[in-house]
């Protein structure tokens, strides 16, 4: 079974920075995606960044990129979301997410509105002032 333990949101000013950290377990295989969401109040759910484990090909939403990056650090099974310079409007909870297939199918599932059940983490909050 996926377990996924998300840890690192906080309250930053316009123009710092986070990481967010991904803790995964219970794969079954070396073939997946794991991505980011967020969701803020008011607003539609939000993909942010995907990466294949596979390859490791990371994709990005237009709304983060260049200022956002997912990594991994495979021996601890840890994914990252390194948030670089923040603004207000990045505030949301955001979650970490598996898919057993890849990021077009994850990006796909999320913009659907998916639940993604067992597959998702508590969520943290990441709150910036402007």
């Known amino acids: 079974q996926v377990q996924l333990v998300e840890s690192g949101g906080g309250l930053v000013q316009s123009g710092e920075s986070l990481r967010l950290s991904c803790a995964a377990s219970?794969?079954?295989?070396?073939?997946?995606?794991i991505g980011w969401f967020r969701q803020a109040p008011g607003k539609e759910r939000e993909g942010v960044a995907c990466?294949?484990?596979?390859?490791?090909?990371?994709v990005y939403a237009d709304s983060v990129q260049g200022r956002f990056t997912i990594s991994r650090e495979q021996a601890k099974s840890t994914f990252y979301l390194q948030m670089n310079t923040l603004k207000p409007e990045d505030t949301a909870v955001y979650y970490c997410?598996?898919?057993?297939?890849?990021?077009?199918?994850?990006?796909?599932?999320?913009?659907?509105?998916?639940?993604?059940?067992?597959?998702r983490g508590q969520g943290t909050q990441v709150s910036v002032s402007s």
């Open positions: 997410v598996f898919d057993p297939a890849n990021c077009h199918e994850l990006v796909h599932k999320i913009s659907a509105g998916t639940e993604f059940t067992g597959s």
């Open positions: 219970g794969f079954g295989s070396d073939y997946y995606a």
């Open positions: 990466m294949n484990s596979g390859d490791g090909t990371s």
